[in-house]
């Protein structure tokens, strides 16, 4: 049976969550957990997320055997055998045709950043800036939204030959004490968050402008080319 997972993790530890030569992928963690229960499989991504790149609401579906047909169990059974660093958040019984890449809608990603320095304990998860304009930062990132060519906010030597994405919204807020960029999309090129992101970084330290940021949409300048560190970043939701 075609079974939704939706998981949360820790990208800090880990290369990435697509498998990949050499190990030591989110992907690899399940396959292995999978395999200490006798459950064969290939698992489905909703999407990849870079080195470092953590996730509350990614999701993959793959097959399971009918005699885990109780999925409470399975749940139960798999958070037991990951390590913390990944967690099952739930899972459910889908038709056999669905798949959690090719049928998903939307993708949000959010991005942290705190106002105070780090310590010990949260470094991996949110980046410090120490002063953040939050008139500038609004103001700016309504433009990403709509219909562009993401050529110059993509990693380059990456293999996407069609680089124009629409992003359905664009948002940045303040939530208890914790700045957020959260951003609404069908895909998004490899790096283009934190190119994103890092683009109205520099817009609030008032080192660009936004219409330095209208110019490189346009593709008129390729002004900046420097990503946002990866550990601020979290994929929140995938939408079917």
């Known amino acids: 049976m075609n079974v939704k997972f939706t998981i949360s993790y820790d990208g800090s530890i880990y290369k990435g969550s697509q498998r990949q030569p050499g190990g030591g992928t989110v992907e690899d963690e399940l396959l292995k957990a999978f395999k200490r229960i006798n459950i064969d499989t290939k698992i489905i991504l909703s999407g990849r997320t870079d080195k470092e790149v953590h996730a509350t609401g990614q999701v993959f579906n793959c097959q399971i055997p009918l005699f885990w047909s109780n999925l409470c169990k399975l749940k139960e059974v798999l958070n037991r055998q990951l390590p913390g660093s990944i967690k099952v958040n739930a899972l459910m019984k889908v038709d056999d045709d669905f798949h959690s890449r090719f049928h998903a809608k939307r993708r949000v990603y959010r991005y942290l950043v705190s106002a105070k320095p780090t310590n010990p304990f949260n470094d991996k998860f949110i980046i410090y800036e120490e002063n953040i304009n ?9 433009e990403f939204i709509g ?9 380059i ?9 629409k992003v359905f919204k664009a948002s940045f807020y303040k939530h208890k004490g914790v700045y957020v960029f ?3 999309a069908s895909s998004y090129l490899r790096s283009q968050i934190r190119l994103m992101v890092g683009f109205l970084l520099q817009i609030s330290r008032k080192k660009l402008t936004k219409e ?3 110019e490189q949409l346009n593709l008129k300048k390729h002004i900046y080319k420097v990503p946002a560190l990866p550990n601020g970043l979290y994929l929140a939701k995938i939408k079917y």
């Not at 939050?134 to 309504?142: H, P, Q, R, T």
């Not at 030597?157 to 994405?165: H, L, P, Q």
């Open 212 to 214: 330095d940021l209208i």
């Open 157 to 165: 030597g990456s293999d996407k030959d069609i680089t124009v994405r």
């Open 134 to 142: 939050e008139d500038l930062i609004n103001d700016a990132i309504k």
């Open 147 to 155: 219909e562009h060519d993401f050529k110059y906010f993509h990693k």
């Open 182 to 184: 959260r951003f609404e």
